[in-house]
T-cell receptor
Framework: DARVTQTPRHKVTEMGQEVTMRCQPI?????VFWYRQTMMQGLELLAY????????DSGMPKDRFSAEMPDATLATLKIQPSEPRDSAVYFC????????????FGPGTRLTVL | AQKVTQAQTEISVVEKEDVTLDCVYE???????LFWYKQPPSGELVFLIR??????QNEISGRYSWNFQKSTSSFNFTITASQVVDSAVYFC?????????????FGQGTRLTINP
């Protein structure tokens, strides 16, 4: 049963600290997406990759957020420095362009910045 | 710009009742996909269905059915004989293709509570 995995599932940190969230996409998928979910804004797309190359990160606050795909099995989302307004659930999703074009979501990382 | 509206913020019904979740979308694209996702209390987002804009056939999967009406830009979701396990937040989403990748635009979600 292929699934997207995300670590950590929960993270509590203090303002100013660096936060790194990791995602393992479904093996063979060639697109990876990062979303953020908050009560106020709902689900927002932060960034996405195709074949490990970043295609669009216009949804991310550039000064503190960065997203990378060091290899096909790992995507990372970093926040440095973190702020209380970054508290949210961060979802990673993966898909296979040209085949099903459906995005499958991981369980999410619940981030709390104090 | 792409937009998805789920006008029903919350719905509460008694078990075994049928319930319909509404979804209205806006797009200028001629080719697009529509999706429904379920978010149970555990928090994960579970894919339910994808519909191509060229395929207006209704779909049924067990107790779930979907009605796609291109003329009214709607993609409604009906649960027949609802069960407590159906309690969740349901999201309708619309895709747009940017550089070969499907970007999803989500509605605000409908929180469905099924009472025993």
């Amino acid at each position: 049963d292929a699934r997207v995995t995300q670590t950590p599932r929960h993270k509590v940190t203090e303002m100013g600290q660096e936060v790194t969230m990791r995602c393992q996409p479904i093996l063979g998928h060639n697109t990876v997406f990062w979303y953020r979910q908050t009560m106020m804004q709902g689900l927002e797309l932060l960034a996405y990759f195709r074949n490990r190359a970043p295609l669009d990160d216009s949804g991310m606050p550039k000064d503190r957020f960065s997203a990378e795909m060091p290899d096909a099995t790992l995507a990372t989302l970093k926040i440095q420095p973190s702020e209380p307004r970054d508290s949210a659930v961060y979802f990673c999703a993966s898909g296979l362009v040209g085949y099903t074009d459906t995005q499958y979501f991981g369980p999410g990382t619940r981030l709390t910045v104090l | 710009a792409q937009k998805v509206t789920q006008a029903q913020t919350e719905i509460s019904v008694v078990e075994k009742e049928d319930v319909t979740l509404d979804c209205v979308y806006e797009t200028r694209d001629t080719t697009y996909y529509l999706f429904w996702y379920k978010q149970p209390p555990s928090g994960e987002l579970v894919f339910l269905i994808r519909r191509n804009s060229f395929d207006e056939q209704n779909e049924i999967s067990g107790r779930y059915s979907w009605n796609f009406q291109k003329s009214t830009s709607s993609f409604n979701f009906t649960i027949t004989a609802s069960q407590v396990v159906d309690s969740a937040v349901y999201f309708c989403a619309l895709s747009e293709t940017i550089q070969g990748a499907q970007k999803l635009v989500f509605g605000q979600g409908t929180r469905l509570t099924i009472n025993p």
